[in-house]
């Protein structure tokens, strides 16, 4: 079995609710991207770090979207008191100006997070990407 269905399976088993139980989630979202290279279409995994906490404004909620992608750590947050469909740039941390991904995300009932924008997983060429990844709980 490969790592992916490892990790899969154990994201499967651990599901929870994306709800604001305890007034705070922290969650690994894991799921598969297709990338179109020469003509040949590739399956990737992506995985995104899901945080959802309480705004210092105390009405609001402050959402955090992190990848790691060639070797860059990538990041993009949100406060907002809206529910369904958030806008979000995902950008290099060390690097505002190199974008990975800028659209909107929005949880789903089924413990998933859908992403839907475009991409620049391929370096400079923007293209399409909208995906659902499954979600589970980790701990801080």
Avoid: W
Avoid at 25 to 48: M, P
Avoid at 66 to 91: F, L, R, W
Avoid at 107 to 124: D, H, I, V
Wanted: charged share 20%; glycine share 8%; with cysteine.
């Amino acid at each position: 079995m490969s790592h992916l269905s490892y990790l899969l399976a154990f994201l499967m088993m651990s599901m929870s609710s994306l709800s604001h139980a305890g007034d705070a989630a922290h969650k690994a979202c894991v799921g598969i991207v297709s990338e179109e290279n020469e003509g040949i279409t590739q399956l990737k995994k992506i995985t995104v770090t899901y945080d959802d906490v309480r705004a210092s404004d105390g009405e609001q909620r402050k959402y955090t979207l992190s990848i790691s992608h060639k070797g860059k750590n990538y990041t993009g947050t949100s406060i907002t008191a809206a529910e369904n469909a958030i806008a979000i740039k995902i950008v290099n941390k060390e690097n505002q100006s190199d974008v990975l991904f800028e659209g909107t995300f929005k949880t789903l009932e089924n413990n998933g997070l859908e992403l839907q924008g475009k991409s620049f997983l391929q370096g400079e060429t923007q293209k399409p990407l909208h995906v659902v990844l499954e979600c589970g709980d980790i701990a801080k």
